[in-house]
């Protein structure tokens, strides 16, 4: 059956439409609160950003998602999910609009700072929801397309977001009224969601129930152990721990590479004008989200042609030579081609990891599996962005930085490849 006739099925199903659109409306919400917390974190012009700043403003903006991975996996399979993507909407709509408010009132930035902590972590439990809620609404051989669309148009209109915020910033300025009304429009944005999921039925989207599950007081004093079980389940799943391989591997060659684009836009390519260079990072940013749309299109029928253990290793070689190939010569011009093949490659490798998790993990762990892939995704992407603070330069010209993104894209592909050689493929691996 052809994508168009699968992306029909799953099209087809109420309950899909509706989480299909609780997500897109969140991350176009999103989109608007990461643009506007970047311009203050990298694009300030009236502080001088280094590669550690880089490194730690990454760290602020995603380690909650590592930190919290494992205390949301034991609400989230207990928790009604759909009561979470109801609930989750309006205390971070809540938390926008005094974030905003902070800034129009000249508050501390450590207070503003405080506050996109406490947004960023009541995000990690609805982006989790969501993800483990996506198999109740779509038949089982239907997840690949479903991921192919769903997180994929997810990260499409959190691109979109940050045009939004873009914009914005374009029309009031990148001070703190510009970014307080950033903060306003999207809190608003997000309240929707909650109204969107609240269509849906209570019991809808899981748990499974689990009679033999404990209490939640002692699995949150057992976390640790439940990451342990839930990492030696994942490993019992050949699969699926080599599909989270694949992906971890790219966020961590991602996060170089982020690390030294904002460093390359802000110091080499636009001299220190940081307006200049928000407007280049931004056509980046703009030219991956097509990458990231082009993937959800071309995975489904290319993993149907090749198998998904030939495509994911093709993904990941491919974008280790286009990086090297396209980021040497440290020509701007160049750049957003470079965006466009990892956005492309990196979004590829993610709907395929999404699928083999959902596809090979009992519904009883998929809370914790997800909050362990969270922490990978977030986690290696910070530890990335850190390791190419000690690499790059004052101007984030590294020949040595390329070199090591290129190597490791293709080591990676080229193990991925020979783990899952080496184990019984299943029918959507052959």
Not at 10 to 25: K, Q
Not at 47 to 62: C, E, F, P, Q, R
Not at 115 to 123: D, E, I, M, R
């Amino acid at each position: 059956m052809s994508y168009v006739s699968d992306l029909r099925v799953i099209l087809r199903g109420r309950d899909f439409r509706r989480l299909f659109a609780t997500r897109l409306v969140s991350q176009f919400s999103d989109g608007i609160f990461q643009f506007g917390v970047a311009g203050i974190a990298f694009f300030n012009p009236e502080t001088k950003t280094s590669a550690t700043d880089v490194a730690i403003g990454l760290a602020v903006l995603l380690l909650p998602y590592s930190i919290l991975g494992p205390f949301a996996g034991v609400f989230i399979d207990r928790w009604s999910r759909r009561q979470i993507l109801v609930i989750a909407p309006l205390i971070r709509g809540a938390l926008l609009l005094l974030a905003g408010a902070l800034l129009a009132w000249g508050a501390p930035e450590l207070l503003f700072y405080a506050t996109a902590l406490g947004v960023l972590a009541v995000n990690r439990f609805f982006l989790a929801a969501l993800g483990t809620s996506l198999p109740h609404v779509v038949p089982h051989d239907r997840l690949m397309v479903a991921n192919a669309v769903t997180p994929t148009s997810g990260t499409v209109i959190t691109f979109v977001g940050v045009g939004a915020g873009f914009l914005m910033r374009q029309l009031l300025g990148g001070g703190a009224t510009g970014t307080a009304v950033m903060m306003v429009v999207s809190g608003v944005v997000f309240g929707v969601t909650a109204l969107i999921a609240s269509r849906m039925e209570r019991s809808l989207l899981g748990p499974a129930y689990d009679p033999d599950r404990p209490q939640v007081r002692e699995a949150l004093r057992n976390v640790v152990h439940g990451l342990i079980d839930g990492a030696r389940h994942i490993m019992r799943h050949r699969a699926a721990a080599s599909a989270l391989g694949a992906m971890s591997t790219h966020r961590f060659m991602y996060g170089m590479c982020t690390a030294m684009m904002i460093m390359l836009y802000r110091y080499y390519f636009e001299a220190g004008n940081a307006d200049a260079a928000v407007d280049g990072v931004t056509v980046v940013l703009g030219v991956s989200g097509v990458g990231y749309f082009l993937a959800a299109l071309i995975t489904p029928p290319a993993t149907e042609r090749f198998g998904l253990t030939n495509w994911v290793p093709i993904a990941l070689i491919s974008a280790g030579v286009l990086a090297f190939g396209l980021a040497m010569p440290f020509q701007q011009w160049l750049m957003p081609i470079a965006g466009f093949a990892l956005g492309l490659a990196g979004q590829t490798v993610k709907i395929c990891a999404d699928t083999v998790v959902q596809r090979d993990i009992e519904d009883a762990y998929l809370g914790r599996v997800f909050s362990i892939y969270d922490m990978l995704f977030n986690g290696v992407y910070v530890a990335a962005a850190a390791v190419a603070a000690f690499l790059l330069p004052a101007d984030g010209r590294s020949y040595l930085l390329i070199t090591l993104i290129a190597l490791g894209y293709v080591v990676g592909g080229l193990g991925y490849r020979a783990v899952v050689r080496s184990g019984t493929p299943t029918p959507q691996q052959a």
